[in-house]
């Protein structure tokens, strides 16, 4: 035990056990209980120097840790984020149809209307213009759409990272959309194959689509493509379209400031358009300006003079007559050739100079004696002797009403419809010679006056024709009938239906002036009826003829003997009748006509060349101020005609006739009661019917029955100077009170008295 007891070890706080004092037992100073000041100040601060280094180091350990750990987060967030746009990806992929069936569909069909010496008069279709290639067009308009759309295009892969994160960037720190990180290709990818929505599907595609298309084709091809079929606002797709439409000119030849003001359009096509509003896109084109200086595109001295350009202002629609032509072609062109399925070329027979010419005439009449004369509208038509529409007008202007007078509107011709009486008088029988007693007449209840309520007594048909009495016109209509009358205004070219009444001689019935321009043309070409054309040929854009006007042979509608005696009495009309401020240095005939107050002024007249009708009115059927057809009409007919005959030789109106005066009051001129007048040859046409005709001057015994009268009216051709003066020398004028001249009732066979031929008959 005692050993044990020895050999054990007592347990020690500090180090080897220490020798014992010599005397006894002693306590060191760790081991006191409050110890020295000395010794635990010395402690603290040593206490303290070690927990400021480890302080140190336990936060450099901390930052690292947190960095460590957000990198860890992130990159984890990151495969995650990956994995779920790979899902959203295929997801909206496995949508669309395989990559191996996609194509870039064809280009909406363009139709280009050219005039007859190839100067282009309109685009029509859904582009509004050709595709033009891109070394074609203006270089400074890829440069102008690049510098502001998609300034890294040639050098991203169809979708720009830095674009679009600094889009998401904008986008967010102001809180709402206001700028799009879309490259060409996909603005190319979204308008060939996909809706305008905005959603994640259409976004997912877009990128796939322009992936592919920077795949398959070159950038100079995508850039091509983009800007041929992209909307520049006011109906304009593509550059070509939009050069016309803003500047009348090509995109070939479009300047600096025009290509900026083309590009700054693509932001927002509708509002930004010089059309609806010039001053948002004059400061959006300066913005482009800017933007092709900081790229290197332009020079400071380029960018000066492009900047002083004055700004652009287009018409809030596509401006110019010729789209009148235009739009009668394209309501034509699906008979001739069926559905349009690729670009094509339409030759028209239009001369572009002649209808600038014509617009110009109607417009400044109208911008001058407008407001004076209550004038808002007017019509133009010319057409030369094979049927070719040399020039139509169908309004004051095409920007602001595209309803084309010329070819759709149907008014009241009044004396202008004369010459088809005239005409199947001649037919029946009677000659320029012939004379009829002009006095007041009544039929039933009906009594068509003269200009002014002047009458001339005897006078030839040539002299009541040229001075346009109504009397006489009412009743040759009498005579030969209005069923006669009808049918030879049908067959030389009226088409409108004609009410058969005693009226239709002063042009009550309704037509277009293309028609009533129309059915003269057979006077000026000595007896044919021709097609009406507008188109020679339709070609598609590598030239291939999809049609072509045969130019056949024109039926015979009038003898020749009548063309020389209508010409001759028409001739009269301009010489010395209602149409003298027509007259030029060219053998021309035709006729005025001015309905029941005023409303519609005519003149219709023809040369050896040209068949030119001309109208003036108001839509809403407002009378006008005294304007006749010798007036306005008569005026800008002959603008039109001396200009369109600058340099042509002189030819002689078809047809001859000699004034035979001493044998023109003959009994048998007159149909007796027993012999019907004679009728057009089977040879010039379709037959009329065999009628019978009251006399002239008929004095009744009893009162005649009343006739039916559809729309009652007082047609006036004179315009002051017109009309014969007290001391015209070719008939005497004649005022109220004359005798009177009653044909009325029914038309009845009767023999004619001495008093008839006495009478003038």
Not at 451 to 479: D, H, R
Not at 701 to 714: D, E, H, N
């Amino acid at each position: 035990m005692a050993n044990r007891r020895d050999s054990r070890i007592e347990p020690s706080f500090e180090g080897p056990p220490r020798a014992k004092s010599s005397g006894g037992l002693s306590v060191s100073e760790e081991d006191r209980v409050v110890p020295s000041n000395r010794k635990a100040s010395a402690k603290r601060k040593t206490a303290k120097a070690k927990s400021s280094r480890g302080g140190r180091g336990r936060s450099r350990r901390g930052l690292f840790s947190v960095l460590g750990r957000l990198a860890y987060w992130c990159f984890v967030l990151g495969i995650w984020g990956g994995i779920a746009v790979a899902g959203i990806v295929i997801y909206y992929g496995a949508k669309m149809p395989a990559a191996t069936t996609w194509s870039i569909p064809d280009r909406a069909p363009n139709i280009k209307i050219v005039s007859v010496d190839g100067q282009l008069l309109a685009n029509r279709g859904m582009s509004g213009g050709e595709a033009v290639g891109l070394h074609e067009m203006s270089p400074y308009i890829p440069e102008a759409v690049i510098a502001i759309e998609d300034r890294r295009f040639y050098s991203h892969f169809g979708v720009d990272p830095i674009g679009l994160s600094r889009a998401i960037v904008t986008n967010l720190l102001g809180g709402h959309f206001s700028q799009g990180g879309s490259t060409l290709t996909q603005q190319l990818a979204k308008n060939l194959f996909l809706k305008p929505d905005r959603t994640l599907e259409r976004k997912v595609q877009e990128v796939l689509l322009a992936l592919w298309l920077e795949h398959k084709h070159t950038k100079d091809q995508i850039l091509e493509m983009y800007l041929n079929r992209v909307y520049f606002g006011s109906g304009a797709y593509g550059v070509e379209a939009a050069s016309r439409r803003y500047f009348g000119k090509s995109a070939r030849d479009v300047t600096l400031s025009e290509a900026a003001l083309l590009a700054g359009l693509l932001k927002a096509p509708s509002r930004l358009s010089p059309a609806r509003d010039p001053k948002a896109a004059e400061e959006r084109s300066q913005l482009v300006l800017a933007a092709m200086r900081d790229e290197g595109k332009i020079s400071a001295k380029e960018l000066t003079s492009a900047m002083s350009a004055p700004a652009t202002r287009a018409a809030s629609y596509w401006t110019g007559s010729e789209n009148y032509v235009a739009d009668t072609i394209m309501e034509e062109l699906p008979d001739l050739i069926g559905d349009v399925r690729g670009d094509i070329v339409v030759d028209t027979t239009v001369d572009l100079t002649l209808q600038k010419l014509a617009e110009q005439s109607i417009r400044r009449l109208i911008d001058e004696s407008g407001k004076k004369l209550n004038v808002t509208q007017g019509a133009l038509v010319s057409i030369d002797d094979s049927g070719a529409v040399r020039a139509m007008v169908g309004g004051y202007d095409y920007s602001t009403s595209q309803f084309d007078r010329a070819s759709e509107a149907r008014r009241q011709p009044g004396s202008a419809f004369k010459p088809f009486v005239y005409m199947a008088a001649l037919e029946a029988g009677r000659t320029p010679d012939s004379t009829r007693n002009d006095a007041p007449i009544k039929i039933g209840n009906w009594t068509p006056d003269n200009y002014g309520g002047k009458y001339f007594g005897k006078v030839t048909l040539a002299t009541a024709l040229a001075k346009s009495l109504n009397s006489v016109a009412a009743q040759l209509t009498m005579e030969v009938g209005p069923n006669a009358v009808v049918e030879a205004a049908h067959r030389m070219g009226i088409q409108s239906d004609l009410q058969a009444n005693t009226s239709i001689a002063l042009g009550t019935s309704e037509v277009t002036p293309l028609e009533l321009t129309s059915a003269y043309v057979p006077f000026a070409n000595g007896g044919y009826k021709p097609d009406i054309h507008f188109i020679r040929r339709v070609t598609t854009a590598e030239g291939k003829v999809l049609y072509e006007g045969g130019g056949g042979s024109a039926p015979r509608v009038v003898k020749p003997e009548i063309v020389g005696m209508m010409n001759s009495m028409m001739t009269g009309t301009v010489e010395i009748g209602t149409a003298k401020k027509a007259a030029f240095a060219w053998p021309s005939a035709g006729k005025t006509g001015t309905s029941q107050n005023s409303r519609d002024a005519w003149f219709v007249g023809y040369t050896a060349n040209l068949t030119t009708g001309v109208w003036f009115g108001n839509d809403d059927g407002t009378p006008m101020k005294k304007v006749t057809g010798g007036a306005l009409p008569a005026q800008a007919w002959h603008e039109f005609m001396v200009a369109a005959h600058e340099g042509v030789p002189v030819r002689p109106l078809p047809g001859t006739w000699k004034s035979t005066p001493a044998d023109t009051v003959v009994p048998d001129e007159i149909p007796s009661a027993d012999v019907a007048p004679p009728v057009p040859s089977a040879s010039v046409g379709h037959s009329a019917p065999a009628v019978s005709v009251a006399a002239p001057v008929a004095r009744a015994p009893q009162p005649p029955a009343p006739l039916r009268v559809a729309r009652p009216a007082q047609t006036v051709d004179a315009d002051g100077s017109g009309m014969p003066s007290d001391d015209d020398s070719t008939t005497a004028s004649i005022k109220h009170p004359v005798p009177p001249g009653d044909v009325g009732g029914p038309t009845k066979k009767r023999k004619t008295s001495i008093l008839d031929i006495l009478g003038g008959g």
